[in-house]
């Protein structure tokens, strides 16, 4: 053997598990770059589409029980709840009214003390 000879390494078999782990890592490699682009696809598709415009709120009625010449003092609004004074032959009664279920809540009746 001279100096510059070279043992000749084409010739040895490869190993038995070495093929399979080779394609392993290529599938692997293929599915996160597929796995990749999806994710970026999804993510491009939710910014470009729009959003449903939301229907606006179906007006509802709601009718209060007063007696005849009865006049409505004030009306206060606190989010969904809305409470009404209401005055009638002198008595005074606070009526709360929950305005999305659209149904009276309660009545306060208010009487002077001793009575």
Request: neutral net charge; proline residues 8%; aromatic residues 4%.
């Amino acid at each position: 053997m001279t100096d510059n000879q070279q043992p000749d390494m084409g010739d040895t078999p490869p190993q038995p598990g070495l093929r399979f782990l080779e394609w392993t890592v290529y599938i692997m490699g293929g599915l996160l770059v597929i796995m990749l682009v999806v994710l970026l696809g999804g993510i491009a598709w939710k910014a470009t589409r729009g959003k449903a415009p939301e229907e606006p709120p179906k007006a509802s009625l709601v009718e209060i029980g007063v007696p005849a010449g009865a006049t409505i003092g004030s009306v206060t609004l606190d989010g969904n709840t809305m409470a009404v004074q209401v005055t009638a032959s002198g008595t005074q009664e606070v009526v709360v009214v929950d305005t999305k279920k659209g149904v009276v809540v309660s009545r306060v009746r208010l009487k002077p003390e001793g009575q």
